[in-house]
């Protein structure tokens, strides 16, 4: 067989995977080798396997909980006792203040190792095709670390919910997604209980203060972000009923009353004291079932729905092929996960024989996050060089699990071409080439990690820098190193 | 129910993400548009406490009781007690807000509903400009290339005339000679070149205030810097996140009304004489439901309110159609009603203070479909 043309190469490594690295070779097929790439991927590679997981911070969120708890309860005793007077205490004791700062110093440290465990596999992978597809569905189920609580748990929520389920079936990664620790957090479900739960009865017969009840937080993105999208015809009553059915879904821990089930720190509990008794009714359908199956049901059912199926597909092909996907594609692909019952692989075997994703010109502009990894690949970097990668990234605009938003991190040039981000860009990447240019030829580097695409302009102004770190910044910068 | 003070996050700034984004024009007016990403709760910031619906649904679902008391607006209404800055302009007749209000869009996502918010659309992406960027074209022509300064542009700012964005940036600047050699680089890219060319303008301008880290005050405080040059931009965005509380509302709640509040007495404070000639608007994509749900919070609603601050501002009023909240009244049983449309406001503050035609801009910006408010600016 023929030797790849360059631009294959190119777009096979640049546009499917993570940028090519000095010492790639051109696979003798390059769509095969995507597939291919897939056996050699590994869901726990070492510098993601030595990290604790999503148990161990839920540990550490318990025991600050309980110290906090005791606290609360010796204020009590204390105010019982004390003249009146003597309760006027300022609202956060100190040593209060300082067991959240040390909780928090521990996550700060923590979602640093993570992020270095994120960059590490990303450096390293021999499966640069299905490491993009981890940032893409973690950005898809996005859990941004805003809330202390989960702060500490997006990144296992990506090493644990996203990482082994890529390859597989929808339904599979949808539900660990959606059961996380992580996820039933950030989206506010550990807590939620049906208004006629068994709970919810009893506190009503006490004559609680206030009532438990739904939170329709997560049913809400459940539909429109994750499976179904927005606009595609389900309703405000949709919304209840999948709130309904997900009561009761909860993560040990972490939770402070009604009394449930105990659970091990971090993992998943269904309590059914909590649930909505009662069938339910979404889009149409009727799900006798009760418990906790009544969700994973309509779960199920949510997977593989055509309108599920269209959404994934747009933004697939989105992500991998342009701004704004070629409808034939999104067919397709749609057509694919439907026929397959959301086959992954199914969809993306139809994703690389596309021959829209092979068109030659570079139609995206890469993310910070892209930019920075393909940066560090194109450098021959291993690890992440330092700590202060996690705030350059932040600077770029794009701070690992931090979207802010459960709709994850935009997927168009018009968030990320912007002035000020592209001085950013030409900051950082005089910043890396100051701390690397010298071991760096970037006019012999350049050919092997842009085939295809290098320009005669850029070839030149590399050639002509006044330094060594000064062509690598260029190359770095270079209108064809920030396109995919 | 666990405390509020453990959403409180990572480090003082978590809740606020904040950008800024400028235009120019030649007038002396001012005109600020916050958007308050997420959905603020508007019958918390001003609470119709006159309304007998009320106590019965948020009864003890108020403020947290360290936040302070909330600041009667009449015999009808009071103001959230982290709003004091904006309370003490309320009282001088320099702050008004609008109640009851929302955009055309009645679902219940973020995304659509903040499209349809900064567009001035009555659909979600059915206009692929924003609002502000089509009252551009409308104000006294300047001389220069109009000027916008964040890391990227909020959606309200996009469009066909120039307006561009910039944020305050912790790092190290690039050499002079990187940055030259960078720009012959991106020379030939149409694209490229003109961020490239906007990046290097804002940061001039910029100047010392290039650097640092955001907050409050040094959001308000750099919006202000740009605002007060004399052909300085005349259009501001500030977008501050956070707002989507469906748990824990009280405190979370009550540190966003602080940052908000931070923010408007700085921009105050920054324009000094300017203030004078300056609307400061802030808007949030829908409201939320009328009864606190499950888990101290609230859900995705429909009405809500707008701020509108400065000292072009008519204010010491609640301005509202007030639909009240009985239960039959709720629209779809469970949100305040909204009886006052946000694009009805924008049109009408834009007109007034940029002494336009409210028509023209309701048919150029908003497509006809509005009938602007009058009286919101001092004659």
Not at chain 1, 267 to 273: E, I, K, L, N
Not at chain 1, 279 to 302: C, H, I, K, N
Not at chain 2, 160 to 165: F, G, R, Y
Request: hydrophobic residues 45%; proline residues 8%.
């Amino acid at each position: 067989m023929a030797p790849p043309s360059p631009d294959t190469f190119a777009i096979a490594g640049n546009r499917f995977g993570l940028g090519l690295r000095a010492d790639d070779p051109p696979p003798a097929d390059p769509r095969a080798d995507l597939l291919a790439q897939f056996d050699r991927f590994d869901p726990r590679p070492p510098a993601i396997a030595a990290l604790p997981g999503s148990a161990q911070m839920a540990a550490h969120f318990r025991s600050f909980l309980e110290q906090q708890r005791l606290r609360l309860r010796r204020d009590m005793v204390a105010a019982s006792m004390a003249a009146p007077t003597a309760t006027a205490t300022s609202a956060t004791p100190p040593d209060e203040a300082n067991r959240r700062q040390e909780l928090r110093r521990l996550y700060t440290r923590a979602y640093g190792d993570q992020v270095n465990g994120r960059i590490a596999a990303a450096l390293t992978t021999p499966a640069p095709f299905p490491e993009r597809l981890v940032h893409f569905w973690s950005n898809h189920f996005s859990v941004s670390i805003e809330k202390l609580q989960t702060a500490g748990l997006a990144g296992p929520f990506e090493f644990e919910a996203i990482r082994p389920h890529i390859a597989g079936r929808f339904v599979d990664l949808l539900q660990a997604a959606a059961r996380h620790p992580a996820m039933l957090l950030y989206l506010d479900q550990a807590q939620a209980i049906g208004p006629e739960s068994p709970v919810a009865d009893a506190a009503r017969q006490r004559g609680a203060p206030r009532q438990p009840g739904l939170n329709e937080n997560l049913g809400r993105e459940i539909l429109e972000l994750h499976t179904l999208g927005v606009g595609s015809g389900y309703s405000q009553a949709d919304v209840q009923e999948m709130a309904r059915a997900l009561t009761g879904w909860s993560v040990g821990g972490f939770v402070r009353g009604p009394a449930g089930q105990a659970a091990p720190d971090g993992a998943f509990v269904f309590q059914p004291g909590w649930h909505e008794p009662g069938p339910r009714q979404l889009l149409g359908q009727r799900y006798a079932g009760t418990g906790e199956a009544q969700a994973r049901a309509m779960l199920a059912d949510l997977a593989v729905h055509p309108a599920t199926a269209r959404h994934l597909a747009t933004k697939l092909a989105r992500h991998f092929v342009a701004d704004v996907p070629p409808p034939a594609l999104v067919d397709r692909l749609a057509a694919a996960h439907v026929a397959s019952g959301g086959d992954l692989m199914a969809v993306y075997r139809v994703l690389v024989a596309s021959p829209e994703a092979w068109a030659p010109a570079q139609p995206k502009f890469k993310t910070p996050w892209d930019w920075t990894i393909s940066a560090l690949r194109a450098t021959g970097a291993t690890a992440t060089p330092d700590l202060r990668l996690a705030g350059a990234l932040s600077e770029l605009g794009q701070q690992v699990w931090r979207s802010g938003s459960p709709a994850g991190w935009d997927d168009i040039a018009a968030s990320w071409a912007a002035p000020d981000a592209l001085l950013r860009r030409v900051e950082v990447a005089g910043r890396l080439a100051a701390r690397i240019g010298d071991r760096i030829d970037a006019r012999a580097l350049a050919p092997h990690i842009l085939p295809g695409v290098l320009t005669a302009a850029t070839a030149q102004a590399v050639g002509r820098a006044a330094s060594p770190q000064q062509g690598l910044a260029l190359l770095l910068a270079a209108p064809e190193f920030l396109r995919r | 129910m666990i405390d509020r003070r453990l959403f409180l996050g990572l480090g003082a700034a978590t809740w606020l993400t904040p950008q800024l984004a400028l235009a120019a024009a030649a007038t002396d007016r001012r005109l600020v548009f916050i958007i308050l990403r997420g959905a603020m709760d508007g019958l918390a910031a001003v609470m119709p406490v006159g309304d007998p619906a009320y106590a019965a649904l948020r009864g003890n679902f108020g403020p947290p009781p360290d936040a302070g008391v909330p600041l009667p607006l009449g015999p009808d209404f009071a103001l959230h007690p982290a709003l004091a800055q904006t309370g003490a302009l309320y009282a001088r007749g320099e702050a008004l807000f609008v109640h009851a209000i929302a955009s055309p869009y009645r679902e219940r996502s973020h995304f659509d509903a903040q499209n349809v918010l900064e567009t001035g659309g009555t659909a979600a992406y059915a206009r692929k400009d924003g609002w502000l960027n089509r009252l551009l074209p409308l104000l006294p022509a300047t001389g220069e290339p109009a000027i916008a300064l964040a890391q990227t542009l909020p959606m309200a700012l996009r469009g066909t005339a120039t307006a561009t964005a910039f944020a305050p940036s912790q790092l190290a600047t690039a050499d002079d000679d990187l940055l030259a050699r960078a720009g012959m680089l991106y020379a030939a890219d149409p694209q490229l070149h003109r961020l490239w060319s906007d990046a290097l303008a804002a940061r001039t301008l910029a100047g010392a205030d290039a650097r640092g880290k955001a907050n409050p005050a040094g959001l308000g405080r750099l919006a202000a810097t740009f605002l007060a040059k004399p052909h300085g931009a005349r259009i501001a965005v500030i977008e501050l996140n956070g707002w989507d509380t469906h748990s824990g509302q009280a405190g979370r709640l009550n540190a966003q009304l602080r940052q908000l509040d931070t923010v408007i007495a700085a921009l105050k404070d920054g324009l000094g004489a300017d203030w004078a000639h300056t609307v400061v608007i802030a808007a949030t994509e829908f409201g939320r439901t009328a009864a606190p749900n499950g888990t101290g919070g609230t859900d995705h609603g429909t009405g809500g309110v707008a701020m509108v601050a400065g000292g072009a501002v008519k204010g010491g009023r609640v301005v509202t159609d007030w639909p009240g909240l009985a239960p039959a009244k709720l629209f779809d049983g469970r949100d305040l009603a909204a009886t006052t449309d946000l694009r009805a406001l924008f049109a009408g503050l834009a007109a007034e203070h940029f002494a336009l035609d409210p028509m023209r801009v309701a048919r150029r910006v908003f497509a006809g479909s509005v009938r602007p408010m009058s009286g919101l600016v001092r004659g």
